[in-house]
């Protein structure tokens, strides 16, 4: 990725720093107007007491009280002008009882109608409030001889322009404002070298980039991947994931424990199941799992799976290990039939003609009677020969082949359906298989059979019965066999695992069905049971 010097903003450290210095100054103008408020408050409040202290002692002068009551008003002025000088006020007004104005440092106002606003002087209380704009006014009644209200004075100062608080501070100002600014530089250098490391050195640009980049990569890959947190919530799952697990309604966020899954998947997402290459058996689909753990700094901070579908090559495998084994069988016999031969000359040889026609009648006794049966009642080639491979596998371990008395196989046709073939000796070897490593497994004495039905094909389903004399499976186990697919578990449960998951694959692909259960009477053992529909191409395709 390019590296830039910045975005549209500029470099993270310049944009931090841009941003707090309009912080600051924001934060300063509101210090500033709140100081401003406060000031014109206490000023209000410390200037209100002293116009009101000023218009008592003015008022209680026994000169200007017997002046307004014999209307001698010449003898205020000296007053008025007196207490203006002494106490600073900008404006003292006497009053008369008619609220006339009759001394004021305005001669226009003299002799002129005097409005007392919302003042109580008047009715003989003192008053102290705001009138004329910012001018503070303080107004206390004259009380005569007799008890009665013969004037007032009216005492003011004009309140100072809320910049003049600020000026009147002004060194205070700046050196606050300094400070504030140095604070603010240094808060925001330090703080942008905070996020600039641990962005590693990467611009917001840079990183939206990143992210984009990273998601675009990790959604158009063809393998799933699915990352998880520590407490195994999922963190991503692109749409390649989604569709192998089946997961159309999960989101981040999810906990694997809350999604729809078997517990061979969640042991294998969560790490309960190590080890590479997990092979994971979900709906129809084979999946090869990965789980790498993600560390930062020596820190685990989640891991990432990654799913691949493996279904058409793991079922390629087994139809090869199928062919595989009929072909290593069929070359065990083939050495055993050269040995046969081998004793067949030497007999000859030797003139025991007798001894040789007894040999030979015991051969084709043994192994013609299997044949014969099973090409007489199984019409699909490639089922016959496995049946023939089998029985040969079986008997070397000590295990008996059978065919059940009903088991007529109608001939396949690879024109309708060409993998239906395939598919049944896929499921049909591997139940000999199970059957038969079930049964070897009996103490030495017991019997050791296996029955095998085959009904249906042509134009019906293929119904496959396998049924052993081995320990059987236990209840609790029935689709545990199947669903744990390839874990070791199934393994240690008598080696029904890889195989039975495939078979279970091949039905399910088919839209068809496998069970196991019990034989239910008589000695024990396990009947697994099989139906594979038929899919004509036309479906298919």
């Known amino acids: 990725m390019r590296r830039r010097a910045g975005g549209a903003g500029g470099p993270l450290a310049r944009q931090f720093l841009v941003w707090q210095l309009v912080v600051v100054a924001l934060l300063l103008g509101a210090v500033a107007a709140l100081a401003a408020v406060q000031a014109a408050d206490s000023f209000r409040e410390t200037q209100g007491r002293r116009m009101l202290s000023v218009a008592e002692d003015v008022a209680s002068v026994p000169t200007v009280r017997a002046a307004l009551q014999t209307s001698r008003h010449d003898l205020l002025p000296s007053f008025a002008r007196s207490a203006e000088n002494l106490s600073g006020a900008d404006r003292i007004e006497i009053v008369d009882a008619g609220l006339v104005v009759r001394t004021s440092p305005d001669p226009s106002r003299e002799s002129t109608h005097f409005d007392p606003g919302r003042s109580t002087a008047p009715f003989g209380r003192a008053w102290i409030g705001e009138q004329a704009g910012r001018t503070v006014v303080a107004q206390v009644p004259v009380i005569g ?198 004793t067949i000359a030497g007999l000859t040889e030797l003139g025991e003609h007798d001894e040789v026609r007894r040999f030979v009648s015991g051969i084709v006794a043994a192994s013609e009677g299997w044949r014969r049966e099973v090409s007489g009642r199984v019409g699909d080639p490639a089922t016959a020969a496995l049946l023939v491979a089998k029985n040969s596998q079986a008997a070397e371990r000590g295990v008996t082949l059978e065919l059940a008395p009903d088991t007529r196989l109608a001939p396949t046709d690879p024109e309708r359906d060409p993998d239906l073939s395939a598919d049944l000796v896929t499921v049909l070897g591997n139940l000999i298989d199970n059957a038969v490593d079930a049964t070897a497994s009996t103490p030495p004495g017991s019997v050791r059979r296996v029955e095998i039905g085959l009904t249906g094909g042509g134009d019906d389903p293929v119904r496959v019965e396998v049924r052993d004399s081995g320990p059987g499976v236990a209840s609790g186990l029935a689709e545990e066999v199947f669903r744990a697919g390839f874990s070791t578990k199934a393994a240690e449960i008598g080696g029904r695992g890889l195989g039975l998951a495939l078979a279970r694959q091949a039905c399910l692909r088919r839209g068809g069905t496998i069970a196991v259960r019990d034989t239910g009477q008589g000695p024990p053992g396990a009947v697994f049971a099989a139906m594979l529909p038929l899919v004509p191409t036309e479906v298919r395709t």
Do not use: C
């Open 145 to 342: 001889d007799e008890g009665t209200v013969v004037g007032l004075v009216s005492a003011g100062i004009r309140a100072p322009a809320l910049w003049s608080y600020l000026a009147g501070a002004r060194a205070e100002s700046v050196t606050l404002l300094g400070l504030a600014l140095g604070i603010g530089v240094a808060g925001s250098l330090l703080l942008a070298r905070r996020v600039r490391r641990q962005t590693l050195g990467l611009e917001p640009d840079e990183i939206v980039e990143l992210v984009q980049r990273r998601e675009a990569m990790l959604l158009g890959i063809k393998e799933g991947v699915v990352g998880l947190d520590t407490a195994d919530r999922i963190t991503l799952l692109n749409p390649v994931a989604r569709e192998l697990l089946e997961l159309p309604a999960a989101r981040p966020g999810d906990h694997v424990a809350e999604l729809d899954l078997d517990d061979r998947l969640r042991e294998v997402l969560t790490g309960a199941a190590t080890g590479e290459d997990q092979l994971v058996l979900r709906g129809s689909r084979a999946l090869v799992l990965n789980r790498m753990p993600v560390r930062l700094d020596g820190r685990e901070v989640g891991a990432v799976v990654t799913l691949r579908d493996r279904t058409e090559l793991t079922t390629l495998q087994h139809r090869l290990d199928a062919s595989h084994t009929v072909t290593d069988t069929l070359r065990a016999q083939a050495h055993e039939f050269s040995n046969r031969l081998h």
